[in-house]
């Protein structure tokens, strides 16, 4: 299933404001997470100042949040002021979920709101809700491995949390649940897998109403250190040969995804272990741009945001 070639950005200039949830300084966060926010969002921005026909308002450096306002709020009011708005944020605590929401009271969301829908951000918010929606399509998930005689290990990790933050992998069952119940009374909804061994990938998705485009095959590099907390050390971009076998397989998991997820749209992450027996296994969905976008659009010698805005109109300039 491809993107929709016919669907092109409006002629005239479009008003875009990029909100990035950390640099636009709406809350507080570790400086390797402010670092990665700023990367994502210069990268975006870089991208949207190629095209003739947006006009760039960058929340945090072009306009602010007033004192006391609210992201959703200062979002929302920025929005109405905008023809579009693209926002980069995280699942935790719903802040993608909520920032969604207050364009949408804005009105006319499905043209101002650059990303996936409600439902979609609503079910990759929590990593338990996924893999279940996916196993149930038949999309291989670390559920699969649940009784499987030879794995060993089991992470445990915040249910809408983003990338490695909270999450330490634990060497039983036994000790993983243990963990879970003592963040349950701290107040942690918690997700508790299999930790399945294989190389650990991404996949970079364009997605629109007509289906996903693989864009690319990532691999990350995940660490975990000798208390078994896990980090995440960065991504290695388009890692995979056209003509490497499992590409074949990749592009047909692409396809379920977009099948079982419709709401999924514009830049799309999916994090994936390659599993030697039973090949691509799905970790989780982040429904927004990912750190796999720095440096995307030079490696593969194209402008991914003009890509991503021109699927979000229709030829007349509607949506």
Not at 19 to 36: F, P, T, V
Not at 142 to 151: M, N, R
Not at 292 to 305: D, K, P, W
Request: negative net charge; glycine residues 10%.
């Amino acid at each position: 299933m491809r993107p929709g070639r016919g669907r092109t950005a409006p002629a005239s200039r479009s008003r875009i404001i990029l909100y990035e949830h950390l640099s636009a300084g709406a809350a507080a966060g570790d400086a390797g997470l402010l670092e990665a926010g700023r990367a994502m969002r210069d990268a975006v921005a870089a991208d949207l100042r190629q095209i003739g026909t947006v006009e760039l308002t960058v929340a945090g450096i072009d306009v602010h949040a007033r004192p006391g306002e609210t992201a959703p709020a200062f979002v929302a009011r920025e929005a109405a002021a905008h023809d579009a708005v693209w926002v980069i944020a995280p699942e935790t605590g719903g802040v993608l979920a909520d920032l969604q929401r207050g364009v949408a009271e804005v009105g006319a969301s499905s043209c101002r709101w650059i990303g996936c829908d409600a439902a979609a951000i609503r079910l990759a918010s929590s990593k338990r809700a996924t893999l279940l929606h996916l196993a149930a399509a038949g999309i291989p998930t670390p559920l699969d491995f649940g009784s499987a005689a030879d794995v060993v290990r089991w992470v445990v990790k915040p249910d809408d949390g983003a990338g490695a933050v909270a999450t330490r992998v634990h060497a039983s069952r036994e000790s993983a649940l243990a963990a879970a119940d003592y963040r349950a009374q701290a107040g942690s909804v918690c997700a508790v897998e299999p930790w399945v061994e294989g190389e650990a990938l991404s996949l970079s998705l364009l997605c629109a109403a007509t289906g996903a485009r693989l864009l690319s095959v990532n691999r990350q590099r995940i660490e975990i250190g000798g208390d078994g907390v896990v980090s995440f050390a960065g991504v290695d971009l388009d890692v995979m040969n056209p003509d490497d076998p499992r590409q074949l397989r990749l592009t047909r998991l692409v396809d379920l995804i977009a099948l079982g997820i419709p709401g999924l749209r514009g830049f799309v992450g999916v994090d994936l272990v390659w599993q030697a027996r039973s090949g691509p296994v799905v970790i989780e969905i982040n429904p927004r741009v990912t750190s796999a976008y720095v440096g995307l659009s030079a490696a593969l010698g194209r402008n991914l945001a003009a890509e991503i805005v021109a699927a979000s109109f229709a030829p007349d300039g509607s949506c």
